[in-house]
């Protein structure tokens, strides 16, 4: 008998007992809502002491091809050579290996870069799709991404 009270007990302890998960009101309120990437700008201006990336602008050039521009922040301390913005585009969450684009030199500081999104690499599996967000993210040369940051933004694509 007591070999069941404790392999019951462990069961929920490891398990839990049923009750939803809630979040703490500071945890509420730290989890800041996800930027907009906008038609036109927001007048956002990045951290100046910190990495940072803000302002989101899009413009369709055509169905399958999109310019993205975003103002940074670069505070890093990883060197003033070698360092990068990539962004990949999601859709429910998942990143999306049917974009291309070609990746954009940054210098330490502040800037504003902007990037050509294309659909229809690596054989998507339809000649449409509908995305939801895009995540910028900074990296060196090489791949350590050091900071990233999401913005929603919902397109239709067609090849």
């Not at 900074?138 to 999401?150: N, P």
Request: glycine residues 8%.
């Amino acid at each position: 008998m007591r070999t069941v009270w404790l392999l019951l007990l462990a069961a929920i302890v490891l398990t839990g007992t049923g009750s939803p998960h809630r979040l703490s009101a500071a945890s509420a309120a730290a989890a800041a809502p996800v930027p907009e990437c906008r038609p036109q700008s927001a007048g956002e201006r990045p951290s100046a002491t910190s990495d940072d990336i803000v302002n989101c602008i899009f413009e369709r050039l055509r169905p399958g091809r999109v310019r993205l521009t975003v103002s940074y922040t670069y505070a890093s301390s990883l060197g003033k050579t070698n360092i990068w913005l990539g962004v990949d585009v999601l859709a429910g969450g998942n990143r999306l290996k049917w974009f291309g684009y070609r990746p954009a030199p940054i210098a330490a500081s502040s800037g504003t870069v902007s990037l050509e999104l294309i659909f229809g690499v690596n054989n998507p599996p339809a000649r449409t799709l509908t995305t939801d967000q895009v995540e910028f993210f900074m990296y060196v040369g090489g791949g350590q991404i050091f900071h990233r940051k999401m913005f929603n933004l919902r397109l239709d694509w067609q090849l």
